[in-house]
């Protein structure tokens, strides 16, 4: 290098994304790129890249910034420039549109009912202008940002099959015809075009739900030829989990479409150290040809609505219907029926073990009260049935409460996270008063307790997990590793001390152990503080 970089960060171990052993170096970064990695810099004795910024990395690794695969930070992003809920923890890019459900593309009626749909997880919008319909315009939403001056950190987008469905049918649980199935073609197809990286559904979700399996895969075959990808929350992850799994396979193998499994857990009693059982059948996929990725989160709760958790016939004709049915006796005495006696749809096929659901947030908040307990505990302290206590905050928060549910297995969690196929996702639910940790420590979860705490992965193999592999997945020909002419994305942390300071008592508490981390060479963290800098933009599916 003839002239001076923006930056070098000297003397730093460098695990570069690929899953190769580290090595120490430094990097120099000018006009938002990598422009030079000079190793052993300093013991070669060799001419050191100069910068008008020089960072001492002495102890620290550096390596990309962290991609969480799955996000649910849609509104998030537009209403906090801070977002040091992601940006702390070293995330550099997120994707969101997950699980079928989202706000582009939609019309008025759509997005009204959407809204009022995902409530729990983004809470209502009010204070979001929703100045967008297509997938195209909430992409430059986000670009624009605050100001003009971007979001705090980038994200991709996948095209909500719920949503699109919502768009062209309604909330009906019946076949698409001829007609309404060109519609989602056309409107995936559009999403793609416009920039999404490819299409997600939510399995368990009303109305995504409602799709059959013939319905998803001529979807996909729209996905597979504008080079995007398949993210579903597959229909089961309790009773007939295995199956759902394979059902997922199989569709996306006729369509010809890159697969990517969402959450890919195994929960429930009845999954309890099944995990190899998935792993076998997706090594015996990926060993007939199929692209297959998947994400998983490090903990063992979930989180989604209390509403998810209901049989799909509920929620056919949308919110309102729903509502109506919950605030019928004889419906609703239904309801519970096939949620604790037969196992709804909505909750895996499994009775619903209210000891396991946990109240994490309302909209209302004159319901605060409930959050922090089981339902069970709730009814009892009420001297009620737990369905009793569940429908009245379904009704009175109008479908707003969101819930961890203790149902997951370490053991599970551990085999799937070591598969050559993981990448890492939070599932962070930001909105509510006890989010899941996951929402705010996933990523130096994984480093400090997986892998300096527990060895469950090498660091090397982590962060290739956590970077370069799901950079690979997305088709990003920059991001994702440390390489000379790469976007310089990237994070500086400590490994003797980086950890995940959220906890279930506390899960806004934001992690230890990682002082920078740069967006396009500006920092977004630095020495452990948020800056001001909203380096975040939009990521567009490429070619």
Same mark, same amino acid.
């Given at each position: 290098?003839?002239?001076?970089?923006?930056?070098?960060?000297?003397?730093?171990?460098?695990?570069?994304?690929?899953?190769?052993?580290?090595?120490? %170096?430094?990097?120099?970064?000018?006009?938002? *790129?990598?422009?030079?990695?000079?190793?052993?810099?300093?013991?070669?004795?060799?001419?050191?890249?100069?910068?008008?910024?020089?960072?001492?990395?002495?102890?620290?690794?550096?390596?990309?910034?962290?991609?969480?695969?799955?996000?649910?930070?849609?509104?998030?992003?537009?209403?906090?420039?801070?977002?040091?809920?992601?940006? $702390?923890? /070293?995330?550099?890019?997120?994707?969101?549109?997950?699980?079928?459900?989202?706000?582009?593309? #939609?019309?008025?009626?759509?997005?009204?009912?959407?809204? *009022? +749909?995902?409530?729990?997880?983004?809470?209502?919008?009010?204070?979001?202008?929703?100045?967008?319909?297509?997938?195209?315009?909430?992409?430059?939403?986000?670009?624009?940002?605050?100001?003009?001056?971007?979001?705090?950190?980038?994200?991709?987008?996948?095209?909500?099959?719920?949503?699109?469905?919502?768009?062209?049918?309604?909330?009906?649980?019946?076949?698409?015809?001829?007609?309404?199935?060109?519609?989602?073609?056309?409107?995936?197809?559009?999403?793609? *075009?416009?920039?999404?990286?490819?299409?997600?559904?939510?399995? +368990?979700?009303?109305? /995504?739900?409602?799709?059959?399996?013939?319905?998803?895969?001529?979807?996909?075959? #729209?996905?597979?030829?504008?080079?995007?990808?398949?993210?579903?929350?597959?229909?089961?992850?309790?009773?007939?989990?295995?199956?759902?799994?394979?059902?997922?396979?199989?569709?996306?193998?006729?369509?010809?479409?890159?697969?990517?499994?969402?959450?890919?857990?195994?929960?429930?009693?009845?999954?309890?150290?099944?995990?190899?059982?998935?792993? %076998?059948?997706?090594?015996?996929?990926?060993?007939?040809?199929?692209?297959?990725?998947?994400?998983?989160?490090?903990?063992?709760?979930?989180?989604?609505?209390?509403?998810?958790?209901?049989?799909?016939?509920?929620?056919?004709?949308?919110?309102?219907?729903?509502?109506?049915?919950?605030?019928?006796?004889?419906?609703?005495?239904?309801?519970? !029926? !096939?949620?604790?006696?037969?196992?709804?749809?909505?909750?895996?096929?499994?009775? #619903?073990?209210?000891?396991?659901?946990?109240?994490?947030?309302?909209?209302?908040?004159?319901?605060? %009260?409930?959050?922090? *307990?089981?339902?069970?505990?709730?009814? $009892?302290?009420?001297?009620?049935?737990?369905?009793?206590? %569940?429908?009245?905050?379904?009704?009175?928060?109008?479908?707003?409460?969101?819930?961890?549910?203790?149902?997951?297995?370490?053991?599970?969690?551990?085999?799937?996270?070591?598969?050559?196929?993981?990448?890492?996702?939070?599932?962070?639910?930001?909105?509510?008063?006890?989010?899941?940790?996951?929402?705010?420590?996933?990523?130096?979860? &994984?480093?400090?307790? &997986?892998?300096?705490?527990?060895?469950?992965?090498?660091?090397?193999?982590?962060?290739? !997990?956590?970077?370069?592999?799901?950079?690979?997945?997305?088709?990003?020909?920059?991001?994702?590793?440390?390489?000379?002419?790469?976007?310089?994305?990237?994070?500086?942390?400590?490994?003797?001390? #980086? $950890?995940?300071?959220?906890?279930? $008592?506390?899960?806004?508490?934001?992690?230890? /152990?990682?002082?920078?981390?740069?967006?396009?060479?500006?920092?977004?963290?630095?020495?452990?503080?948020? +800056?001001?800098?909203?380096?975040?933009?939009?990521?567009?599916?490429?070619?």
């Amino acid at each position: 290098m003839d002239d001076l970089a923006d930056l070098v960060i000297q003397d730093a171990d460098v695990a570069d994304g690929s899953g190769a052993p580290s090595y120490r %170096a430094d990097v120099a970064v000018k006009g938002g *790129r990598i422009v030079a990695i000079v190793r052993e810099a300093a013991a070669a004795g060799c001419q050191r890249p100069r910068g008008t910024r020089e960072v001492d990395a002495e102890g620290l690794v550096l390596s990309p910034g962290f991609i969480d695969m799955h996000a649910h930070s849609d509104l998030a992003l537009l209403r906090d420039p801070d977002h040091s809920a992601k940006a $702390a923890q /070293g995330v550099t890019l997120e994707v969101l549109g997950q699980d079928g459900l989202s706000y582009a593309p #939609v019309d008025d009626r759509t997005l009204a009912e959407v809204r *009022r +749909t995902i409530t729990g997880w983004n809470g209502h919008g009010d204070d979001i202008d929703f100045d967008w319909r297509s997938v195209g315009e909430y992409l430059d939403r986000l670009d624009h940002g605050f100001d003009g001056q971007g979001i705090a950190v980038n994200a991709a987008y996948l095209v909500p099959q719920g949503t699109v469905r919502m768009l062209a049918l309604g909330w009906e649980d019946r076949e698409a015809t001829p007609q309404e199935l060109d519609r989602m073609r056309r409107l995936v197809a559009d999403g793609l *075009r416009e920039g999404a990286v490819g299409m997600s559904s939510g399995l +368990t979700y009303t109305p /995504g739900m409602y799709a059959r399996d013939a319905e998803l895969t001529s979807l996909c075959r #729209v996905v597979a030829e504008y080079g995007g990808y398949y993210c579903p929350h597959h229909r089961s992850y309790g009773a007939g989990a295995l199956e759902a799994y394979e059902e997922m396979v199989a569709l996306t193998r006729e369509a010809g479409c890159p697969l990517h499994l969402a959450h890919a857990t195994m929960n429930f009693g009845v999954n309890e150290g099944k995990a190899p059982e998935l792993l %076998a059948l997706l090594d015996a996929a990926l060993a007939q040809g199929s692209d297959i990725t998947l994400d998983t989160y490090p903990y063992t709760p979930g989180c989604t609505t209390l509403a998810a958790l209901l049989p799909s016939w509920a929620g056919e004709g949308g919110p309102e219907a729903l509502l109506a049915r919950l605030r019928d006796d004889d419906t609703a005495e239904r309801v519970r !029926h !096939h949620m604790e006696v037969l196992g709804a749809d909505g909750c895996h096929g499994v009775p #619903v073990a209210w000891e396991t659901v946990e109240i994490s947030g309302v909209n209302d908040p004159g319901l605060g %009260a409930y959050v922090g *307990r089981t339902v069970l505990e709730s009814a $009892a302290l009420r001297g009620e049935e737990p369905w009793t206590t %569940a429908r009245r905050l379904l009704v009175e928060d109008r479908l707003g409460p969101t819930i961890l549910q203790h149902v997951g297995h370490e053991e599970n969690v551990r085999t799937i996270m070591r598969h050559r196929a993981h990448t890492g996702g939070s599932d962070g639910i930001l909105h509510g008063a006890k989010p899941h940790p996951r929402a705010y420590g996933t990523f130096p979860h &994984y480093l400090g307790h &997986y892998v300096r705490e527990s060895g469950v992965l090498t660091l090397e193999e982590c962060v290739a !997990h956590l970077t370069g592999r799901p950079a690979a997945r997305l088709r990003l020909p920059d991001r994702g590793l440390v390489r000379e002419g790469y976007r310089a994305d990237l994070v500086l942390f400590d490994p003797a001390t #980086v $950890a995940a300071g959220s906890t279930f $008592a506390a899960p806004r508490t934001l992690p230890t /152990g990682i002082p920078h981390v740069l967006i396009d060479g500006r920092f977004v963290v630095e020495d452990g503080r948020r +800056t001001d800098v909203l380096a975040g933009r939009a990521v567009r599916r490429t070619a």
